[in-house]
RNA sequence: GCUGAGGUGGCGGAGCGGUCAAACGCACGAGACUGUAAAUCUCGCGUCCGAAAGGGCUACUCAGGUUCGAAUCCUGACCUCAGCA
């Protein structure tokens, strides 16, 4: 049976849920008390940054990310396995990926190595919800053979990632009601009979939940729908199915279709930063429908014409920015450059995000 | 009134004889952003024709002048700022 909840060690959140990113244990902008404004009832972090720049040493005396932070809903921890894409494939950090993990150079002198057990072990750290294994993230430009090659280190890690999984649960006396959600990532690219491998190989190892791994959007910006497609029908119905990244609205309203129930995007909340808002096409908040086409389009700030007006930038939203602000306001912040200017953005864009999810709770 | 400095695009500010429709910054406009080294990046920004390549026109306060050629040199006018009366 499909899953409704997502349990969390502060109740049941239901699905599908998006957490937005807070990579370094921070929505960027946004204090824990504004993040609960915006009614967002979970978060993403990251196993890669908050290895290098918080140490377990800090997540022991709190007793896991979510005290830190004194945020109150559901967690999950991402592996790093992204960050090997974008920040050692892309050449910025000197590193290679090994069959036995990736050893990267944060400075010249300094050298790390992340396995899929220290991923493991400092996500258990780390406290969240559900934690994620560590991917070898396929290339979108790769070869066959390539993704395949990504594909097979995937499987070895994954099986890895449960067996320290098991062995921490163990020595820690946690049971299955006790223990967080373990995630298995499916790699593969564009290659459907690879992405159907790994997703048969990865349910062979066990987990609550897959993840759609990779990057899925092609040369053209297209959403590749069909490894998605792939990933949920090679599921088992109580598996979660997590859009690793995703996405814009609409793609989460497609792949909820699709049976998949977890999300996370740093979207809404760079988009934020960088000046575009979204905004339902409604009146009010009940008259939201997210199935029709183009049921939301975006909002530019800092614009001239908007210096005088003393509308809100929505009626269907009930966040501080929308319900006590003037556009004209906003655009002032903007301009000035204030940071206050993305924190009301962030709040906004967050509560849409929220809202999208409370629809596509009620309609399924 | 005298002495000195100066007047460049929406603004600030380079340029000081040709490679100038004029650096750079701001402002303005358009676009991008998908498991965050992005409160960032890209493009446009006199005007007209062109999809583009490119071409035409008008421009550096105004009026004359020198020169093959002037935002750049000379003369005058007007205006601004600083110091002195």
Same mark, same amino acid.
């Given at each position: 049976m499909a899953r409704k909840f997502f349990k969390s060690k502060n109740g049941n959140i239901p699905v599908p849920l998006f957490f937005p990113d807070?990579?370094?244990?921070?929505? #960027?902008?946004? +204090?824990t008390s504004d993040l609960e404004k915006t009614q967002t009832l979970g978060i993403l972090v990251n196993t890669f940054h908050l290895w290098q720049e918080l140490g377990g040493d800090v997540l022991d005396k709190f007793e896991g990310i979510g005290n830190f932070m004194d945020f109150k809903g559901g967690t999950i921890s991402d592996s790093g396995g992204f960050q090997v894409m974008s920040v050692i494939k892309s050449g910025n950090v000197k590193g290679k990926v090994t069959d036995e993990g990736v050893i990267f150079h944060p400075t010249k002198k300094s050298k790390k190595i992340l396995t899929p057990e220290k991923s493991i072990a400092f996500q258990i750290k780390l406290g969240t919800d559900m934690v994620v294994v560590l991917d070898d993230f396929t290339d979108p430009k790769s070869s066959y053979e390539e993704a395949k090659d990504s594909v097979m280190r995937t499987i070895s890690w994954a099986k890895r990632s449960k067996a320290e999984f098991e062995k921490i649960c163990k020595s820690k006396k946690l049971n299955d009601t006790e223990r967080p959600y373990i995630l298995g990532v499916v790699q593969g690219g564009k290659y459907q009979d690879l992405r159907e491998y790994c997703t048969k190989e990865l349910v062979k190892i066990g987990f609550d939940g897959l993840g759609y791994g990779g990057?899925?959007? +092609?040369e053209n910006g297209d959403f590749d729908f069909e490894s998605a497609k792939t990933i949920a029908e090679g599921a088992p119905e109580d598996y979660f199915l997590y859009g690793l990244g995703v996405g814009k609205p609409e793609e989460i309203v497609a792949l909820s279709k699709m049976g998949f129930n977890i999300f996370d995007c740093v979207l809404p909340t760079r988009d934020a930063r960088h000046g575009r808002l979204y905004v339902y096409d409604a009146i009010s908040i009940e008259e939201i +429908?997210?199935? #029709?086409?183009?049921f939301y389009s975006f909002y530019t700030p800092d614009k001239e014409k908007y210096f #005088? !007006? !003393?509308?809100?930038?929505?009626?269907a939203c009930d966040c501080v920015l929308c319900k006590r602000y003037s556009k004209a306001y906003l655009a002032h912040l903007f301009r000035i450059g204030d940071f206050t200017a993305g924190r009301l953005a962030t709040i906004h864009n967050l509560r849409f995000y929220s809202l999208l999810m409370e629809k596509l709770q009620k309609s399924i």
């Amino acid at each position: 049976m499909a899953r409704k909840f997502f349990k969390s060690k502060n109740g049941n959140i239901p699905v599908p849920l998006f957490f937005p990113d807070a990579t370094r244990g921070v929505i #960027k902008s946004l +204090d824990t008390s504004d993040l609960e404004k915006t009614q967002t009832l979970g978060i993403l972090v990251n196993t890669f940054h908050l290895w290098q720049e918080l140490g377990g040493d800090v997540l022991d005396k709190f007793e896991g990310i979510g005290n830190f932070m004194d945020f109150k809903g559901g967690t999950i921890s991402d592996s790093g396995g992204f960050q090997v894409m974008s920040v050692i494939k892309s050449g910025n950090v000197k590193g290679k990926v090994t069959d036995e993990g990736v050893i990267f150079h944060p400075t010249k002198k300094s050298k790390k190595i992340l396995t899929p057990e220290k991923s493991i072990a400092f996500q258990i750290k780390l406290g969240t919800d559900m934690v994620v294994v560590l991917d070898d993230f396929t290339d979108p430009k790769s070869s066959y053979e390539e993704a395949k090659d990504s594909v097979m280190r995937t499987i070895s890690w994954a099986k890895r990632s449960k067996a320290e999984f098991e062995k921490i649960c163990k020595s820690k006396k946690l049971n299955d009601t006790e223990r967080p959600y373990i995630l298995g990532v499916v790699q593969g690219g564009k290659y459907q009979d690879l992405r159907e491998y790994c997703t048969k190989e990865l349910v062979k190892i066990g987990f609550d939940g897959l993840g759609y791994g990779g990057w899925p959007i +092609d040369e053209n910006g297209d959403f590749d729908f069909e490894s998605a497609k792939t990933i949920a029908e090679g599921a088992p119905e109580d598996y979660f199915l997590y859009g690793l990244g995703v996405g814009k609205p609409e793609e989460i309203v497609a792949l909820s279709k699709m049976g998949f129930n977890i999300f996370d995007c740093v979207l809404p909340t760079r988009d934020a930063r960088h000046g575009r808002l979204y905004v339902y096409d409604a009146i009010s908040i009940e008259e939201i +429908d997210v199935y #029709k086409l183009n049921f939301y389009s975006f909002y530019t700030p800092d614009k001239e014409k908007y210096f #005088k !007006d !003393d509308s809100s930038v929505s009626t269907a939203c009930d966040c501080v920015l929308c319900k006590r602000y003037s556009k004209a306001y906003l655009a002032h912040l903007f301009r000035i450059g204030d940071f206050t200017a993305g924190r009301l953005a962030t709040i906004h864009n967050l509560r849409f995000y929220s809202l999208l999810m409370e629809k596509l709770q009620k309609s399924i």
